[in-house]
C-alpha cells in the first residue's frame, strides 16, 4: 500500500462537499490503491453538520480512508496538503450574477492563500471552486507568493463537461466520443465554449452541426446552465460540481489524454494574446505532472471577440478586489 495522501477540502459541511467527500474517500480521485487522509475546513457555525457528516464518512467503513480530521482554521486544515479544494464561500441564488459574490467571498482566499502559503506541501495542487473562481483563484495566487502560480487554477470542468454532454447528445454519440472540446475565459455567462477543434469519434464537431444550433443553442446552453440548475433545483449544481472537480485533479495527476485537452482556468502567461495577470480559462494539457495551455490553436474573429469580452470582464473583477493582490 502506498503512503496517504493529504487531501484538503473547505466548506467540507456545504452541498459540494456531501458529494465529493464520500467519492474521495471511495478512491474516485487516486484509485483502488491509494489510501487517502481527509483535512476538512468549516467555519464554527457549521462543525455541528460537519461532526455528522464525518459520523457518515466513518459509517461507510471505506478501506482507503485512514485519518479525518477538522479544523476551523486554514493553517490547521492545510498542514502538509498535498491535494487542496477550495470550496467554501456563498453560492449565488436565482436572479444574481456570479460576480455578485465576489465581494462577499473574495477574503476568504486571501486568508486561504496566505494559509497555504505557510503551510501546505510545496508542490501542494489548489483548486479554486468557490465563486466567482477565476478572480477568487488570482486572490489566492497573490496571497501565496512562496508556491508556483502553476499549482493553483480556478475550475471551469464543469463547464467542460457541459460542453461534452451537450455535443454528445446532438450528435447521438456516447460523451468518450467527443475530444478537444475548449473552454475559453471566466467561470461566468461570458464564457466561450469553443467547438472549433472539437471532434466527433475523431471527425471536426462543426462539419457534424449546423452553425446556427452552435452559435444559437449550444452556446448559450452551455454559458447559461448553472442559472438553470439554480432555477429547477433552487440551489447551484453540486453532484456535477463534486465531479468536476474530481476530473480536473485526476487530469493534473493522471496526464491528458494524448492529442486531447482539459479545460482549467490558469494565472495566463500570455498566450493567445491574454494579460499576465489575469486567471483565464484555456484548453490545458498535462503531460508527465507538466502543465500547458494546448498551443498553435487557430482562434478565429468570432472567437477573438469572446476571448476579448472575457478580458474585459476580468479585468474588472480584478479592478474591484485590487486591495487584496
Ligand atoms: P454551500 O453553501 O452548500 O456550502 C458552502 C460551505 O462553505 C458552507 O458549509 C459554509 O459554511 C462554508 N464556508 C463559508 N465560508 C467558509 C470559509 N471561510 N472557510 C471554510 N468554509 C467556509 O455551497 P456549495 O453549493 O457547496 O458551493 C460552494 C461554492 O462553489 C459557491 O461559491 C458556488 O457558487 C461555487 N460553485 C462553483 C462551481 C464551478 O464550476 N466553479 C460549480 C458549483 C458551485
Ligand atoms: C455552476 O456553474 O453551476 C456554478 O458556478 C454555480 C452557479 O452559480 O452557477
Same mark, same amino acid.
Given at each position: 500500500m502506498k503512503t496517504p495522501v493529504n487531501i484538503a477540502v473547505t466548506g467540507a459541511a456545504g452541498q459540494i462537499s456531501y458529494s465529493l467527500l464520500f467519492r474521495l474517500a471511495a478512491g474516485d480521485f487516486l484509485g483502488p490503491d491509494q489510501p487517502v487522509n481527509l483535512s476538512l475546513l468549516e467555519i464554527p457555525p457549521a462543525m455541528k453538520t460537519l461532526s455528522g457528516i464525518v459520523m457518515e464518512l466513518s459509517d461507510c467503513g471505506f478501506p482507503l480512508l485512514r485519518a479525518v480530521t477538522t479544523a476551523t482554521e486554514p493553517e490547521t486544515a492545510f498542514g502538509d496538503a498535498d491535494y487542496a479544494f477550495l470550496i467554501g464561500a456563498k453560492p449565488r441564488k436565482e436572479g444574481m450574477l456570479r460576480s455578485d459574490l465576489l465581494l462577499q467571498n473574495a477574503e476568504i482566499f486571501s486568508s486561504q492563500?496566505?494559509? %497555504?502559503?505557510?503551510?501546505?506541501?510545496?508542490?501542494?495542487?489548489?483548486?479554486?471552486?468557490?465563486?466567482?473562481?477565476?478572480?477568487?483563484?488570482? #486572490?489566492? #495566487?497573490?496571497?501565496?507568493?512562496?508556491?508556483?502560480?502553476?499549482?493553483?487554477?480556478?475550475? *471551469?470542468m464543469l463547464d467542460h463537461t457541459r460542453a461534452v454532454s451537450q455535443l454528445a447528445a446532438k450528435c447521438a454519440v456516447s460523451s468518450a466520443a =467527443?475530444?478537444?472540446?475548449?473552454?475559453?475565459?471566466?467561470?461566468?455567462?461570458?464564457?466561450?465554449?469553443? %467547438?472549433?477543434?472539437?471532434?466527433?469519434?475523431?471527425?471536426?464537431?462543426?462539419?457534424? $452541426?449546423?452553425?446556427?444550433?452552435? @452559435?444559437?443553442?449550444? #452556446?448559450? *446552453? $452551455?454559458?447559461?446552465?448553472?442559472?438553470? $440548475? =439554480?432555477?429547477?433545483?433552487?440551489?447551484?449544481?453540486?453532484?456535477?460540481a463534486a465531479n468536476a472537480a474530481l476530473q480536473h485533479m485526476r487530469?493534473?495527476?493522471?496526464?491528458?489524454?494524448?492529442?486531447?485537452?482539459?479545460?482549467?482556468?490558469?494565472?495566463?502567461?500570455?498566450?493567445?494574446? !491574454?494579460?499576465?495577470?489575469? !486567471?483565464?480559462?484555456?484548453?490545458?494539457? $498535462?503531460?508527465?505532472?507538466? #502543465?500547458?495551455?494546448?498551443?498553435?490553436?487557430? =482562434?478565429?474573429?468570432?472567437?477573438?471577440?469572446?476571448?476579448?469580452?472575457?478580458?474585459?470582464?476580468?479585468? @474588472?473583477?480584478?479592478?474591484? =478586489?485590487?486591495?487584496?493582490l
Amino acid at each position: 500500500m502506498k503512503t496517504p495522501v493529504n487531501i484538503a477540502v473547505t466548506g467540507a459541511a456545504g452541498q459540494i462537499s456531501y458529494s465529493l467527500l464520500f467519492r474521495l474517500a471511495a478512491g474516485d480521485f487516486l484509485g483502488p490503491d491509494q489510501p487517502v487522509n481527509l483535512s476538512l475546513l468549516e467555519i464554527p457555525p457549521a462543525m455541528k453538520t460537519l461532526s455528522g457528516i464525518v459520523m457518515e464518512l466513518s459509517d461507510c467503513g471505506f478501506p482507503l480512508l485512514r485519518a479525518v480530521t477538522t479544523a476551523t482554521e486554514p493553517e490547521t486544515a492545510f498542514g502538509d496538503a498535498d491535494y487542496a479544494f477550495l470550496i467554501g464561500a456563498k453560492p449565488r441564488k436565482e436572479g444574481m450574477l456570479r460576480s455578485d459574490l465576489l465581494l462577499q467571498n473574495a477574503e476568504i482566499f486571501s486568508s486561504q492563500g496566505r494559509a %497555504l502559503n505557510a503551510a501546505a506541501k510545496r508542490e501542494v495542487k489548489v483548486l479554486v471552486t468557490g465563486n466567482p473562481a477565476n478572480t477568487n483563484a488570482l #486572490i489566492a #495566487i497573490h496571497n501565496a507568493p512562496d508556491l508556483p502560480a502553476s499549482n493553483f487554477a480556478a475550475m *471551469t470542468m464543469l463547464d467542460h463537461t457541459r460542453a461534452v454532454s451537450q455535443l454528445a447528445a446532438k450528435c447521438a454519440v456516447s460523451s468518450a466520443a =467527443i475530444t478537444n472540446v475548449a473552454v475559453w475565459g471566466n467561470h461566468s455567462c461570458a464564457q466561450y465554449p469553443d %467547438l472549433h477543434h472539437a471532434k466527433v469519434n475523431g471527425a471536426p464537431a462543426l462539419s457534424l $452541426v449546423d452553425k446556427a444550433w452552435y @452559435e444559437e443553442e449550444f #452556446i448559450p *446552453t $452551455v454559458q447559461y446552465r448553472g442559472g438553470e $440548475v =439554480i432555477k429547477a433545483r433552487g440551489s447551484s449544481s453540486a453532484g456535477s460540481a463534486a465531479n468536476a472537480a474530481l476530473q480536473h485533479m485526476r487530469a493534473l495527476v493522471l496526464g491528458t489524454p494524448a492529442g486531447d485537452w482539459a479545460s482549467m482556468a490558469l494565472l495566463s502567461d500570455g498566450s493567445y494574446g !491574454v494579460d499576465a495577470d489575469l !486567471v483565464f480559462s484555456f484548453p490545458v494539457q $498535462v503531460t508527465n505532472g507538466k #502543465i500547458g495551455v494546448a498551443q498553435g490553436l487557430e =482562434i478565429n474573429e468570432f472567437g477573438h471577440e469572446f476571448l476579448l469580452r472575457n478580458q474585459r470582464e476580468l479585468r @474588472e473583477e480584478r479592478e474591484a =478586489i485590487k486591495h487584496l493582490l
